[in-house]
Each structure stands twice: as C-alpha cells, then as structure tokens.
C-alpha cells in the first residue's frame, strides 16, 4: 500500500530516467494526471497515455531525453508531503531556478504550474518541483 500515490509517481520517473527507459507507468488518479498533464505542457514529457485494465488503470509516461540521451528533468523533487503540507501565497510565488524549472501547484482552480498560477494571481499547496 502506497502512503504518498504521488511521490510514488515522481520516484518512478525519477528512476525510470536514471536507467533510460523509454516509458513508465504510474498509477492513475486525477490528481496525477493533472501533474503530468502540466509536465507535458512544459515539455518534461513526450506523451501520456492512460491505459484502463480490468484491475487498475494506470498512466504511461513517455519520458524525453536530449541528444546525448540526457534526461530532460535534472530533478524531481516532492515539496509538500502528507505530514507536512507547504503552501504559498500567490505573491510568494518566484520564479523556480531563474524560470528554468517549475513549481506545479494544487489550488481552488486545479493543478497549475507556478507561472499560471501567477498569471491568475493564485496561490495554492506546492505539490513538486521540477527542473
């Protein structure tokens, strides 16, 4: 049983771009799809494919790499957890690694990126960091 569905899901990229896979697969919820939805827009990803099965459906990633075969995301990183939530007021809200990486956000609107979010002066509870 899984505590944290969505740290789960940025550790599985996380290791499935150390080792160089093509794709992953995460577990579904609409929570996560939201998160890679938001990763896919800012080109962290290739592609998203929800997959329904008889049991569970699930996610699969298609995860990018450069030239070299480089990971596209240098680094995941999960901000608030369950036993210690992180929220930001929208006007907290700066740009992630000089605008290089992203912060995506849950908030009364959805799942946003932290750039949406200050577009629509917004705040919310920092789900994850990406760079």
Not at 46 to 67: C, G, P
């Amino acid at each position: 049983m899984v505590n944290d569905p969505i740290a789960d899901s940025l550790t599985r990229v996380r290791n499935a771009q150390m080792v160089r896979k093509d794709y992953v697969d995460i577990l579904y919820s609409k929570v996560i799809l939201g998160v890679v939805n938001i990763l896919k827009e800012n080109g962290f990803i290739k592609n998203i494919k929800v997959v329904a099965d008889e049991k569970q459906s699930y996610i699969r990633l298609f995860l990018r790499y450069d030239s070299s075969k480089k990971p596209i995301i240098n680094e995941i990183k999960r901000v608030s957890k369950p036993g210690l939530r992180k929220y930001s007021a929208a006007k907290n809200l700066r740009p992630y690694k000089n605008g290089v990486g992203i912060r995506i956000l849950t908030t009364s609107k959805g799942i946003l990126s932290d750039v949406q979010a200050r577009k629509d002066n917004i705040g919310g509870e920092v789900i994850c960091e990406i760079w």
